[in-house]
């Protein structure tokens, strides 16, 4: 084989190693790109206390419907153990026909998320089907409600001002 044709495979990527390393940079660039991904749906874990988060956030709601609930109501509307997680704060209604809600958990770990996750969805359409048919405004704010996770924190609001108090739960974390 001569020098010209060294030179024409050489440039056309035809060289045994060369084929290699093209497609180990591809696979390097691949990783990178997943772990890029992964690290920015699943959010941030924040280094900040839960009851700092829960002050920011209560402050912005519009409360004045909702009562606090202790962790026999949380367990009854949500079916989760409160003392099974790092944190937990629910509001909830003072009245049957309120749909209003702030619930906020942070997870001890992500194996959490999901069964919180589950659960304000179950919660969430519960709340729809007892509306269904007659609380117009209620499920009005039932449909615009928020559920966010971000880190091991996971925020539901169900309120008119539901993308506000996210908004304030983003920025505390």
Known sequence: MGTIDMIRKKASGFLPGTILVNVLKWAVFAVGFIVLLVTLAGGRVSDKPFEEIKSQVVEAADTDSMKEADNRMVKRLYG????????????????????EELFMVRVKDDSQSDAVMEAINKRLEAQKRSFDGYGTDQTAILESSVIKKSGHDIIFVAAKDAPDVVGVFESAL
Do not use: Q, R, W
Request: charge should be negative; glycine fraction near 4%.
């Open 80 to 99: 989760i153990d409160p003392a099974l997680y790092e944190a937990v704060t629910l509001y909830y209604p003072v009245s049957n026909m309120g749909a």
